[in-house]
Nanobody, 121 residues
Framework: QVQLVESGGGLVQPGGSLRLSCAAS????????VGWFRQAPGKEREGVLC????????YYADSVKGRFTISRDNAKNTVYLQMNSLKPEDTGTYTC??????????????WGQGTQVTVAS
C-alpha cells in the first residue's frame, strides 16, 4: 500500500523557517511528481510548490516564490519543503501528494494526512 507521511510542522514566529518532510512507503518518490498543498481554516486548499520527475520546480503560488524551495532525498525516499521568511498568511495544514506531473495535480492519487504550520508571534 502507498502511504505518505508529513512531518516537521509547528509554531514559528514570522520571519522564521521550517522544513517539512514527506516520507513515502510503497512508492518510489524519485519516479513521481510530488507537490505540497495547504489549507487554512475557512479557506480552500491551494497548491504551494511541486517538484517534477525532472527535478524542476513548479510554483503553484506566487506568494511563496523566493521563500520556499522543494527538494528530494532519494536515499531516504523523502521530499522536503524548505520554508523561509514565513508569514502569518502561510499558516495552515500542509499536505503532500504524488502523481505523474506537477501540471496535473488534480490527478494526484496519493495524499498524506498533513502537518500543521502556525506562523504567529
Amino acid at each position: 500500500q502507498v502511504q505518505l507521511v508529513e512531518s516537521g510542522g509547528g509554531l514559528v514566529q514570522p520571519g522564521g523557517s521550517l522544513r517539512l518532510s514527506c516520507a513515502a512507503s510503497g512508492l518510489t518518490l524519485r519516479n513521481v511528481a510530488v507537490g505540497w498543498f495547504r489549507q487554512a481554516p475557512g479557506k480552500e486548499r491551494e497548491g504551494v510548490l511541486c517538484i517534477n520527475r525532472s527535478d524542476r520546480s513548479t510554483y503553484y503560488a506566487d506568494s511563496v516564490k523566493g521563500r520556499f524551495t522543494i527538494s528530494r532525498d532519494n536515499a531516504k525516499n523523502t521530499v522536503y519543503l524548505q520554508m523561509n521568511s514565513l508569514k502569518p498568511e502561510d499558516t495552515g495544514t500542509y499536505t503532500c501528494a504524488a502523481g505523474a506531473f506537477c501540471s496535473a495535480s488534480a490527478l494526484f492519487g496519493s495524499w498524506g494526512q498533513g502537518t500543521q504550520v502556525t506562523v504567529a508571534s
